[in-house]
Structure formats: C-alpha cells, structure tokens
C-alpha cells in the first residue's frame, strides 16, 4: 500500500483541536455554548536526565490547573469559571474544563518534578530515575 500514510500523534492531536474547533464554532452559531474549551497543545522533549512537557493553558491561571503523576501517567487537568453577559437572560456562569494524559516514556522520580507557570504556558520538568546498573547477589549455603 504505497498511498498509507502514518499519522504521529502529533498530527492525530492536531486533528482533534481542529475539529474541536469546528464543533464549538458549530454550537456558537446554532446559539449553544462552546464545549468548554479545547484541550491544551502538548510538547515534549526528552534529555539525557529529564522528559520535560510544555503545555499552552492560556486562558487559565496556575490556581485552575490540577498536575497528577501516578506510574508512568501524568495527568494534566484545569478548570475555570467565567460570568458571561447573556443578553436578556443576564450573566450567566461558564464552566471551561479539560483534562489530558499522557503515558511518560521512561520512569521519573516523583519526588523531584517541578513545574513552571508563566503567560499562559506550563513547564513540568520530569528528573528521570538514574538507570539501574548490574547488581550482585551474594548465593548463601545451607
């Protein structure tokens, strides 16, 4: 099959954004509220001692975001709420939510994970754990 093409789950991400934008552009026309909101854009990097994600969260502020590191998932979640003005129905609360995980490649120690919020962009560095080397064991007689 020549005419196969794979697709990363970086394009698989982008394709869900794009048609979580159809679809709330779709609900405002039809006078519905938006879906919430889509979920934030994703980047890793991976060094030779920590995995570090970066996500867009603009719009949220570091008291909206929830970070949760269980194995090898983290877990990235964010809620906000805004009065809007709706006309005659006066204001009304929106509620903007998202929650995203993603499977770490390699283990990290959980003790040591840090994360950074600054203008809209959260930066979680991930310390790796050291590489477990060969190890000995000592055979005992009876």
Known sequence: MPDLTLWTNRRLGQLKRDM??????????????????????FSTEETDQALVVVAEVTGYGHQDLNIC???????????????VENGEAGTITRTRSFSQALRLPCPVDPDKVEAVFKDGVLR??????????????CVKVD
């Not at 590191?69 to 009065?83: F, P, S, Y």
């Open 20 to 41: 979580e934008l159809l679809f709330d552009s779709l609900r405002r026309d039809m006078g519905m509220p938006a879906s919430g909101g889509a979920a934030p854009r």
């Open 124 to 137: 979680i560095t991930l310390p790796k754990c050291p590489p477990r080397g060969p190890r000995n064991v």
């Open 69 to 83: 590191l269980e194995e090898d998932v983290l877990t990235l979640r964010g809620e906000r709420r805004e009065e």
